[in-house]
């Protein structure tokens, strides 16, 4: 079963994430953006396959979080990531070394079909 980490600042997105793919047969993480050392390191700790990151999170940068566990190591490379935003930030995203983009709104289909690569 694939485990996908959401790191999301609303909270209504968060919820409506974590239904959704736990109907769809994913296990389902969730973490509070708190401050940007203790997000990393709880990312390091999730045993996630995939993370779900929003761009614009209130207390951090989805992009500064995404450099940051790529540039821990090798190992922490094996995160398949999956950028979100509300703008167009597809190429820094993936510059920044997402695997994906989506666009919000996206489709709940569009985002089921991109974890179903990882699974």
Known sequence: ???VLIIEDDLSMRSLLK???EIENFQVNVL???NEMDLVS???NSGADVILMDVNLKRTDGLTILRQIHR???EQKKYRVIMTSG???KQECLMAGADEFLLKPY???DLIQKLKVYS
């Open 72 to 74: 821990d190591g090798p």
């Open 87 to 89: 703008e167009d930030r």
């Open 1 to 3: 079963m694939t485990k």
């Open 107 to 109: 489709m709940p289909a």
């Open 32 to 34: 509070e953006v708190n």
């Open 42 to 44: 709880q990312i390091h």
């Open 19 to 21: 239904t959704l793919l």
